[in-house]
């Protein structure tokens, strides 16, 4: 008799692998990092990651408010990047830089707002919002 904790593990290696060749865009994490300069308040911009990754869209729906009579709407994305790529942060900004099937997601900006580890992930999958202006 198997035990499914064994077997998800022996499985795991070819798992990852094949979540890897779904990752057909380049993506680009930049981190704040180090004391502002003090006459213009900016903090240094270093880069964490480059490489493989993928623009997901898990839940179809968005959120609406109402602020001051301001509308503004949000939609939860996440990005995929291979397990052990880096350490991400809150904060931390990510760009596409290429991606082989969708030129127009090339140049968004998305900023992570929740890191979503997992035991025996397949993929580190960060829930982003676009970054808009």
């Excluded at 942060?89 to 099937?101: L, T």
Aim: net charge negative; proline share 5%; glycine share 8%.
């Amino acid at each position: 008799m198997t035990v499914l904790g064994v077997e998800l593990d022996g499985a795991l290696v070819e798992l990852r692998e094949q979540t890897l060749s779904t990752m057909t865009s380049t993506v680009r994490v930049v981190r704040e990092d180090g004391p502002s300069d003090p006459l213009t308040g900016v903090r240094p911009v270093v880069k964490i990651y480059e490489g493989p990754g993928k623009v997901q869209v898990p839940d179809q729906q968005e959120r609406t408010t109402t602020v001051a009579g301001h509308v503004h709407t949000e939609q939860r994305d996440e990005i995929h990047v291979p397990v052990g790529a880096f350490a991400a942060h809150v904060g931390d900004v990510i760009e596409v830089v290429a991606d082989e099937h969708d030129e127009y997601l090339v140049g968004r900006l998305y900023r992570v707002v929740r890191t979503l580890h997992k035991t025996r992930a397949t993929a580190y999958r960060l829930a982003v919002s676009e970054v808009t202006t």
